[in-house]
């Protein structure tokens, strides 16, 4: 079981950054690759961005590339999602994900957080 508790969701004005935290309860969590996911209200859930266990390897969504930006600590289990030039179209609450598999980590990942707001005003 990996348990995610994601953090650092909030009101932001069009243009403004966050940067949102998933710290995972698993010791190898070198093992997992990592993932956000996002989902605004009447929409389905879509994929953010995703990581590699070792870090080596990014996947972004073509709406967030150049904006987000996906990285990991693996000494202290946690990644994090920076987010700049954000848009109210970013508006959604976002979920941490993890999965042994990267093949998975970016449609059915196994472990999911329970999620954080983050909402952009314009």
């Known amino acids: 079981q990996v348990q995610l508790v994601e953090s650092g969701g909030g009101l932001v004005q069009a243009g403004g950054s966050l940067r949102l935290s998933c710290a995972a309860s698993r010791r190898t969590f070198n093992f997992y690759a990592m993932g956000w996911f996002r989902q605004a209200p009447g929409k389905e859930r879509e994929f953010v961005t995703a990581i590699t266990g070792n870090g080596a390897a990014t996947y972004y969504a073509d709406s967030v590339k150049g904006r987000f930006t996906i990285s990991r600590d693996n000494a202290k289990n946690t990644v994090y999602l920076q987010m700049i030039s954000l848009r109210p179209e970013d508006t959604a609450a976002y979920y941490c994900?993890?999965?042994?598999?990267?093949?998975?980590?970016?449609?059915?990942?196994?472990?999911w957080g329970q999620g954080t707001q983050v909402t952009v005003s314009s």
């Open positions: 994900a993890a999965d042994q598999f990267t093949t998975r980590i970016r449609t059915t990942p196994e472990y």
